[in-house]
């Protein structure tokens, strides 16, 4: 904290036209998110001060970006002014497609943090409609004023550890690596494995390119016992960020369902995106736009888990691939995807990333698809049957080693390959929606940069949170 007033001061001093006001507390409202058998709803379990100032950018308030099944937006009740919207697609919004909720209620916690308003505000949450229009499901008021507003410190978290700095928090993204389920004996792992894991990332386009927009730290809260929950197995941890393996059944899985656990703990250090590091060696992951992404740091694949789960945590990508088994639903009918990466090809000439299109590229765009769906479901039979035998995770290794290096010579050997087309087989489905490119890292675990429509998306939002200052000191 006290280091970057400093910089601040610093920055006031050197540059007084584009200096930072100083940024206003992080009012958070904690939800719950409840629903299932055809109902929806929320409801306001506490709202509270974080410890730290607002670390977003304070001309990057309102969201232009239109990615998110549902949106927050938060307005003056006086004027209608939105003074703070951003979209996301939390946990609840995957479990509503599970078969569960077609026959059980469950409710999720949720959070919407803001800067703290002057006054009372109104906020509310949309959500897509069948049309992808945001339309309006709740809302409630907030008083900054109501005593009853919660100051207290959260439980600690240990001291933040500072991986790279390159600026003042509001003008940067503010990447947090949590570390769970790491024991005080295993505080130095949590931080090699939060160092390797960023050095993976920053190696990736766009990251690599725009490395200067990040800061990146890490928090490595103790844990009573090392690892996390994994149930299949039998293995129950109260972990500090609550995550867990076998969620909504897949094994691969992994996420985390006490969002007061991870975000008490996230809130002692600036941050506008987290990847909570699990310390596991069993392939795992997961990615929620605006909330967290999560990867098993001593995974092999742990390089690859951490780049591609945060494209759908921090981008909203979707999933380019529709080989290995989803959790979710199929869809009834193909609408069209609000995500910037899929597309159900309605309308070709309307086709979202035209602009990005290889000249001369048939839409859709043919590919060997019959031989690669072929040969992914037979490593899918060996995938299950390595697991339900319980076999060491070096045999899953293998087997995902042996994938990697026939997909990529498979896919690279495609007359397309490096194009962007729209080619069939994406969101988790064989027909009916399309990818921009053959190969990406949201497609396989190939060694493949993003497709140039994803590694644009992610741009995008880097934009939404890091900026040089335009209109000098912001109100
Ligand atoms: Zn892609």
């Not at 390595?386 to 087997?399: G, K, N, S, T, V």
């Not at 495609?414 to 087309?421: C, F, I, P």
């Amino acid at each position: 904290m006290v280091r970057n007033l400093a910089v601040l001061a610093l920055l006031a001093l050197l540059s007084p036209a584009t200096a930072l006001a100083a940024p206003p507390p992080t009012l958070r409202v904690d939800l719950v998110h409840y629903g299932g058998r055809g109902t929806e709803g929320f409801a306001v379990e506490r709202v509270l001060v974080e410890p730290l100032p607002w670390p977003g950018h304070p001309e990057r308030r309102v969201d232009d970006t239109n990615l998110g099944k549902y949106r927050f937006v938060v307005t003056d009740p006086a004027t209608g002014q939105v003074l703070y919207s951003r979209g996301s697609s939390p946990v609840y919004g995957e479990w509503e497609t599970t078969a569960e909720a077609a026959a059980k209620t469950r409710a999720f916690g949720e959070s919407l943090r803001f800067p703290l308003p002057a006054g009372e505000v109104r906020v509310a949450i949309e959500k897509r409609d069948a049309a992808n229009a945001f339309r309006e499901l709740w809302a409630t008021t907030v008083d900054p004023a109501d005593p009853l507003i919660d100051r207290a410190a959260p439980p600690p978290a240990g001291e933040p550890i500072v991986l790279f700095e390159s600026g003042p928090p509001p003008v940067k993204v503010d990447l947090l690596l949590l570390g769970d389920g790491y024991p005080a004996a295993e505080r130095g792992k949590c931080e090699a494995d939060a160092r390797r894991l960023t050095g993976a990332l920053f190696e990736v386009e766009p990251y690599r390119s725009r490395r200067d927009d990040f800061n990146v730290r890490a928090l490595c809260p103790e844990a009573r016992e090392s690892g996390i929950s994994r149930p299949s197995l039998g293995i129950h941890r109260r972990s500090p960020a609550g995550t867990t393996y076998d969620a909504f059944g897949a094994e691969r899985y992994v996420l985390s369902f006490d969002n007061r656990a991870w975000r008490d703990l996230a809130a002692q250090a600036p941050y506008d995106i987290v990847v909570i590091v699990v310390n596991g060696r069993t392939y795992g992951g997961g990615g929620i736009f605006g909330e967290y992404a999560t990867v098993a740091a001593d995974s092999l694949w742990a390089p690859y888990i951490v780049v591609h789960e945060l494209g759908h945590h921090f981008a909203a990508l979707a999933d380019e691939y529709y080989t290995s088994p989803a959790v979710y639903e199929p869809a009834t009918e193909r609408r069209e995807p609000w995500e910037p990466n899929v597309t159900a090809l309605l309308d070709p000439a309307a086709l979202k990333w035209a602009d990005l299109l290889t000249p001369g590229m048939p839409v859709p765009t043919p590919w060997e698809k019959e031989a690669f769906d072929a040969r992914a479901r037979e490593i899918q039979a060996e995938r299950q049957r390595l697991r339900e035998a319980r076999r060491p995770e070096e045999e899953m290794d293998a087997l995902f080693l042996r994938q990697r290096d026939e997909e990529e010579a498979r896919l690279g050997a495609e007359r397309h390959a490096g194009a962007v087309g729209a080619f069939e087989g994406a969101n988790y489905e064989a027909t009916g929606y399309y990818r921009p490119a053959a190969d990406c890292i949201m497609f396989t675990r190939d060694r493949v940069p993003f497709c140039p429509v994803c590694r644009r998306a992610i741009e995008r939002v880097i934009d939404l949170y890091a900026a040089p200052l335009e209109g000098g000191s912001p109100p």
